[in-house]
């Protein structure tokens, strides 16, 4: 039995995990770009963090006036996504510790993410997290993308496991508030600084304002065993 009982974690990716935002920005700068969209900036990509890829090109269509079908600009992105992921993304240290200590204690675990099922299978298999994390959901396989609560329902049916007894490790308002739709507990881990005082992340059972500078592996297991 594990030390934390029947406690199941799962997983954002994006800004959780990896550190993939920098590429998502250069994807979709480039798919702007491709559409006579200039000056598309880090400040204006923020603004969808943490939302899912179909949402934000939808979104795109709509502010930008793009005249491609919704389908083909899902499909520019993840194409520009891949291309610049298949150069290497960083894993955040403390994460993967995070990750290889709970699969040392053989907690269920899970990753669900607003990315495309193909980007999701290429950054583990890259990255080596595939050796722990094999269940994975995408906002693409399921009705409604974060804030809804339906990636996060269908990770723990998949694993087996009861919303109440799952946590979500999140860096985005949306994650977060999806994670409680769906009746989990969250370690929120903002990844923009300046949100980590917004009223969705007060509502995380745990949250590390200072987003991974902040985030430790043993911390983390260790309020995950007082939580119990």
Not at 145 to 160: C, I, M, N, S, T
Not at 177 to 185: E, I, K, L, P, S
Request: hydrophobic share 45%; proline share 4%.
């Amino acid at each position: 039995m594990s030390d934390l009982g029947g406690t199941s974690v799962i997983f954002d990716l994006d800004g959780t995990l990896v550190d993939s935002e920098p590429l998502y920005f250069e994807a979709g700068r480039r798919l702007l770009a491709e559409h006579g969209v200039t000056g598309f900036t880090w400040a204006d990509h923020e603004k969808y963090v943490g939302i899912s890829t179909l949402e934000t090109v939808t979104l795109w269509k709509d502010a930008y006036g793009l005249r491609a079908g919704v389908g083909d600009l899902l499909a520019a992105k993840n194409r520009h996504y891949l291309d610049l992921a298949a150069g290497g993304i960083r894993v955040y240290p403390e994460m993967r510790a995070f990750v290889e200590l709970l699969a040392a204690d053989g907690v269920l675990m899970a990753v669900a993410s607003g990315s495309s099922r193909e980007a999701i299978t290429a950054i583990l298999t890259g990255t080596g997290l595939d050796a722990h994390l094999r269940t994975v959901v995408s906002a693409d396989e399921v009705a409604q993308g974060k804030p809804a609560p339906d990636v996060f329902l269908e990770a723990a049916r998949r694993l087996g496991a009861d919303p109440s007894a799952c946590v979500v490790l999140e860096d985005a308002a949306p994650g977060v508030a999806a994670a409680h739709a769906a009746g989990m507990r969250c370690i929120a881990v903002p990844y923009v600084a300046a949100e980590a005082d917004g009223p969705q992340f007060a509502t995380a059972e745990l949250l590390l304002r200072g987003g991974q500078d902040e985030f430790s592996a043993r911390s983390a297991y260790a309020w995950l065993r007082g939580a119990v």
